[in-house]
């Protein structure tokens, strides 16, 4: 039945491939994430070496990255990769090493947020570099960091549409589809506005406790 200018037919009729289009949202997160959180934690602690020869390229590639459209950067590794290479691929790597750059900085501050005495600690106890940072350093500093790694992947998840300029069949792109075929978009898109909510809001409550437990 059509009330005016909703149609709950066309609401739930174009639910199921929402569905499936949410999936794939999920596993651009979930997989983007992944590959953000390991390479930003190894930009992070390569940052911190004495040596300029390391640190200023690697600042220089972080600052273009960050002050670049993530669209643009899809786009242009889309049209640069080889034909063979998937879609998938260069949109999980793309979206992980654009937020890779920022969640170095995440991590550099929870480094930075250890107490100095954890360090002399350490030191006096004549803890090798390598296991302090392991036993010591890292399990705060990541552990300071959730928060701020749990908003990200908040936004993460919020600029996977953008996935539609590589040709990725995500939410918002089955929602676009059923629009063009039906001419009908106020209910694709609004069940897709509703479908984000319902994953966002539960993860967004989910970070904010863990920031007052952490507090």
Excluded: C
């Excluded at 499936?20 to 997160?29: M, Q």
């Excluded at 790597?93 to 654009?98: A, E, P």
């Amino acid at each position: 039945m059509n009330d005016g200018i909703w149609d709950w037919e066309k609401a739930w009729e174009v639910l199921p491939r929402l569905l499936e289009g949410l999936v794939i949202t999920i596993e651009a997160t979930v997989v983007g994430m992944v590959i953000a959180s390991i390479l930003g934690l190894f930009i992070a602690l390569a940052m911190r070496t004495p040596t300029r020869w390391v640190t200023m390229p690697l600042r220089f590639v972080t600052d273009f990255i960050r002050m670049t459209p993530l669209l643009v950067q899809l786009a242009f590794v889309y049209l640069l990769s080889p034909p063979w290479v998937p879609v998938l691929f260069i949109g999980f790597s793309v979206l992980g090493i654009h937020y890779a750059t920022y969640m170095s900085e995440v991590y550099r501050a929870g480094i930075e947020a250890v107490p100095k005495g954890q360090w002399e600690a350490a030191t006096a106890l004549n803890m090798a570099p390598g296991r302090t940072w392991r036993a010591v350093i890292l399990p705060q500093a990541i552990r300071n960091t959730l928060p701020g790694l749990g908003n990200y992947a908040i936004s993460m998840f919020k600029e996977t549409p953008f996935l539609f300029a590589i040709g990725i069949v995500e939410m918002y792109t089955e929602a676009q589809s059923y629009g063009a075929n039906t001419f009908s978009y106020v209910e694709a898109l609004t069940m897709v506005g509703l479908l984000f909510l319902a994953v966002s809001y539960p993860t967004s409550l989910l970070v904010r406790r863990m920031e007052i437990r952490l507090a």
